[in-house]
């Protein structure tokens, strides 16, 4: 029963990633999850893999994969923002994203 639930929840974090990524022009992204059971008495374990596609037309790569870190950091954010957006029961509860100073792979010059 817990790992059906735990399976939905994901699906739905994974709904939402996917719709934040494409609300800001990117190609799509997916959260896999992989529940793997203990043999006999031992902890459940859940593998989660976030990915997305860097083109339409190319597949979804994982997170762990070389990429321009600016894409990696602005995918966390919308992780985390599509778990706090699959939950309907999120009354009361406060986000704090640190970091907003990051340029995100943004690079300013300045002259003097």
Known sequence: MIEKHLDGLFTQI???FNDLDLRRDGH???LEHLSVRPQGAGDWQW????RWKRSRSGGYVSYRENANSAQVKV???LLVLAA???DSQ???RVLILDELGNSLGRSTARTC
Do not use: E, M
């Open 14 to 16: 994974s709904a939402a």
């Open 28 to 30: 799509g992204a997916k």
């Open 47 to 50: 593998q989660v893999i976030p």
């Open 75 to 77: 995918h966390a954010i």
């Open 84 to 86: 706090l957006l699959a």
């Open 90 to 92: 999120t009354q009361g």
